[in-house]
């Protein structure tokens, strides 16, 4: 069964870091894109960063484009999100999500362009 569980999240002071890890399972992760996504109170999910499935493209969203990094590491069937210079406005649930392709998607940043998601963790930016 395919699984997708997020972890690292947490409370952060303003400039703080955080790195977030998505963990997969039962499936062949190698072939697919990797999407995270936030949702903050109030709001609709957004996404923030799309990794391809070989991991040489990334993309970012605008509001997080030279503070977050998206990696993986298909040996360990791991993505993550290195998130630096963090700002109260980073605050909200983080999730990961997956799609069998090649490329990030075209609407990489829109959920209804994945398949299976994760169960979120939530990441904290306060003094």
């Known amino acids: 069964q395919l699984r997708l569980v997020e972890s690292g999240g947490g409370l952060v002071q303003p400039g703080g870091s955080l790195r977030l890890s998505c963990a997969a399972s039962?499936?062949?992760?190698?072939?697919?894109?990797i999407g995270w996504f936030r949702q903050a109170p109030g709001k609709e999910r957004e996404g923030v960063s799309c990794?391809?499935?070989?991991?040489?493209?990334?993309k970012y969203a605008d509001s997080v484009k030279g503070r977050f990094t998206i990696s993986r590491d298909n040996a360990k069937n791991t993505v993550y999100l290195q998130m630096n210079s963090l700002k109260p406005e980073d605050t909200a649930v983080y999730y990961c999500a997956e799609v069998r392709r090649s490329g990030c998607p075209t609407d990489w940043g829109l959920a209804y362009e994945y398949n299976y998601w994760g169960q979120g963790t939530q990441v904290t930016v306060s003094s």
């Open positions: 990794i391809s499935a070989s991991g040489v493209s990334t």
């Open positions: 039962g499936f062949t992760f190698d072939y697919d894109v």
